[in-house]
């Protein structure tokens, strides 16, 4: 068997295993989930990962330009590819052929991962890029193969031409799964048919650590070495600011104005100290490949410095290391709590039992995934809001004044309930796949 990977997810070299920590999170056991459901495939995919990825996940790459090459020829390939698969599903003839169309038909079921940018984000990343997707889907339907969207965060959607495409695409998906019920909502909102969507959870609930022995040299010289007090984690990005883009460098002190007062607030009051971590990662390219720090490292290094000429500065720290996302997932297993505004630093807490703060995104384009997540975990009480400063003081104090039972929960949470909740989706496109097709592992 032969299986495609393919979707808004379709990135350059890197951007996955090497980005934005919260990538890797989802790639990694999201590649493990579908071998363990097909044990015997072929896995194939349009995300650019590196050899040694590729080598441990038993994943096949293909050229990126299959999918979206940033040529500006994209839509004009796609739309070759469209009138291609028409004929093809008319008449059952091939008039013409392009790589992307050979794999698909090589392929016994297409695999679309988008996460949160299948909709109208996806044109932030590229232009016409949701367009391009959706021809893409429609191709391969049009094929006569099978095509799943799996862990998506399906939205927003602009209301204009794509709109009634994007409706014909997704109702021909064989099965899909989103990683909380709020897109589902979503869905309905803009009209599209719900009746193949099940609610699921994100593959990076189930993302391993690395082991704490091997993240000693970290904690040593930190509050996390001893912890003669309780230590409070706390991950900042550009989203959580009040005015965007996300990634603007320009920012003022008072724009930090409300979390040095929540963070003052909690170590004054209960007597904690608080670790600043960044959740992302950059790289250099090669052939002198070198992991640096992303994005969000000078965003939280200037909360720090204001920190730092306040009355509360001997208790606050920086982690300013580069860290992999297997050493920062078992950095945050060591926190008493954790407060959190990217959401899958929010999920490497919820998924080792930390009682987790998100703090929501503060501009447009904003994010449902934040308020399913916290659904998903049993938690959206604990969600704060960036532009209510009252608000978010009273989530940090209830969370920890509730500390003990979030934990508690989290423990039988994240066995019995997301977990599963995760491996469903993917034994439900086994199945749905192998019963359709007669055949048997």
Not at 42 to 52: A, E, H, P, Y
Not at 55 to 83: F, H, I, Q, T
Not at 184 to 195: I, M, R, S, T, Y
Not at 240 to 256: I, V
Request: aromatic share 12%.
């Amino acid at each position: 068997m032969r299986i495609l990977v393919t979707g808004q997810c379709t990135l350059h070299w890197g951007r996955m295993e090497f980005g934005n920590i919260g990538n890797y999170y989802i790639a990694e056991p999201f590649f493990r989930e579908l071998h363990r459901a097909f044990p015997s495939a072929t896995i194939r995919t349009t995300f650019q990962m590196s050899d040694g990825f590729c080598n441990a996940e038993r994943v096949e790459c293909v050229p990126m330009d299959y999918y979206y090459g940033w040529k500006g020829n994209d839509l004009d390939n796609a739309y070759k590819e469209l009138s291609i698969a028409t004929i093809y599903n008319e008449t059952k003839t091939l008039i013409d052929n392009t790589p992307y169309i050979k794999e698909v038909l090589a392929s016994d079921l297409v695999v679309n991962f988008s996460g949160d940018i299948w909709g109208a984000n996806a044109n932030l990343v590229g232009p016409n890029r949701f367009l391009v997707g959706l021809i893409k889907d429609r191709v391969v339907q049009l094929l006569g193969k099978p095509i799943v969207m799996l862990a998506g965060s399906p939205g927003p959607f602009d209301k204009d031409s794509t709109l009634p495409f994007a409706q014909e695409v997704f109702s021909n998906y064989m099965y899909v799964s989103n990683r909380e019920s709020v897109s589902k909502q979503v869905l309905l909102d803009f009209g599209f048919n719900v009746d193949k969507v099940v609610d699921a959870a994100c593959p990076a609930f189930l993302f391993e650590p690395a082991s704490q022995d091997s993240i000693k040299k970290y904690l040593i010289g930190t509050p996390l070495e001893n912890k003669e007090q309780p230590v409070v984690g706390f991950i900042l990005c550009g989203w959580n600011l009040l005015r965007g883009p996300f990634s603007r460098t320009d920012w003022s002190d008072e724009e930090f104005e409300q979390y040095v007062e929540a963070i003052t607030f909690l170590i004054k009051k209960y007597r904690v100290k608080v670790c600043l971590l960044s959740h992302s990662n950059g790289f250099e390219l090669p052939p002198h490949f070198k992991p640096i720090r992303g994005r969000d490292f000078p965003l939280v290094k200037r909360l720090y410095d204001i920190l730092k000429r306040t009355d509360i500065a001997e208790d606050v720290y920086l982690y300013d290391g580069v860290y992999t996302p297997k050493e920062t997932k078992a950095i945050i297993a060591n926190f008493d709590m954790l407060i959190s505004g990217r959401v899958h630093g929010a999920v490497a807490g919820l998924s080792q039992n930390i009682p987790t703060v998100i703090i929501d995104y503060g501009h447009e384009p904003k994010a449902h995934k934040l308020r399913g997540f916290a659904q998903v975990a049993g938690l959206e009480k604990y969600l704060a809001n960036p532009a209510d400063v009252e608000q978010i003081k009273n989530v940090i104090e209830n969370c920890w004044i509730d500390k003990d039972q979030i934990h508690n929960f989290l423990e039988q949470r994240n066995k019995n309930y997301i977990k599963p909740l995760v491996q469903r989706q993917f034994d439900d496109v086994s199945k749905l796949y192998f019963s359709q097709n007669n055949r048997t592992f």
